[in-house]
């Protein structure tokens, strides 16, 4: 299957298994029951999402997950070599912090590269200035990468492609996470099928 068509059959699959089985099923920290009607339910847990991370920003200099001055924290996981998936995902992230007013303050947007290979901070710099100047990008070694992944449950994959720069491109997850000013899950989006808008207005729901 192809890249896309991976990520697509993934979003499309967790949209309509429903967000809470997934939730729940895939994540430590809850539990899944069927309802009456089949339906899953979700009887106990928070999702553990989200983990401590030590990267370097688009400058070189070494950021934490602590390091965004007590901001509320969108964070997708992506690579700069992604030939659709990603930039519109990215956009959309941009429009939704548009779309946030003046709550955007609030926000910090990050984009971390599951492709450190090719993604160097000079890499990251120029690619994310095309979408918005509030968003920062994080790479890091492969080891560093793979736990910041990992701490969000972010899915990502070396595949061959002759075609492309260094012989390969990189399967992903499509998911944009939201985080506290404490570093708490409180939701996330399917970037392959939200709207700007119904980010922005899920995020200030979020914001207390
Ligand atoms: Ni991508």
Redesign the pocket.
């Known amino acids: 299957m192809s890249r896309t068509g991976w990520?697509l059959t993934l979003g499309a699959l967790i949209v309509a298994a429903g967000i809470g089985y997934w939730l729940s099923g895939h994540l430590p920290g809850g539990e899944v029951s069927r309802g009456a009607n089949g339906q899953p339910v979700v009887s106990t847990g928070t999702p553990q999402i989200g983990g401590p991370f030590a990267l370097v920003n688009q400058d070189g200099q070494p950021v934490t997950q602590d390091s965004f001055d007590g901001k509320y924290l969108l964070i997708y996981f992506?690579?700069t070599y992604?030939p659709?998936?990603?930039p519109t995902?990215l956009a959309k992230m941009a429009a939704a912090m548009d779309a946030l007013g003046e709550d955007a303050e609030k926000v910090q947007p990050i984009f971390i590269t599951i492709d450190p290979e090719r993604d160097t901070p000079e890499q990251m710099k120029l690619y994310i200035e095309q979408f918005d100047p509030r968003l920062v990008g994080l790479t890091g070694t492969p080891d560093q990468i793979a736990t910041a992944a990992q701490a969000y449950r972010a899915q990502y994959d070396k595949v061959k492609d002759p075609g492309a720069a260094g012989g390969y491109t990189?399967e992903?997850t499509?998911y944009i996470y939201f985080m506290s000013p404490d570093n708490e899950f409180l939701t996330f989006f399917v970037g392959t099928s939200v709207t700007p808008e119904d980010m922005a207005k899920a995020i200030k729901a979020k914001m207390e």
Do not use: A, Q
């Open positions: 990520i992506g690579f992604c659709d998936v990603c995902d990189m992903h499509p």
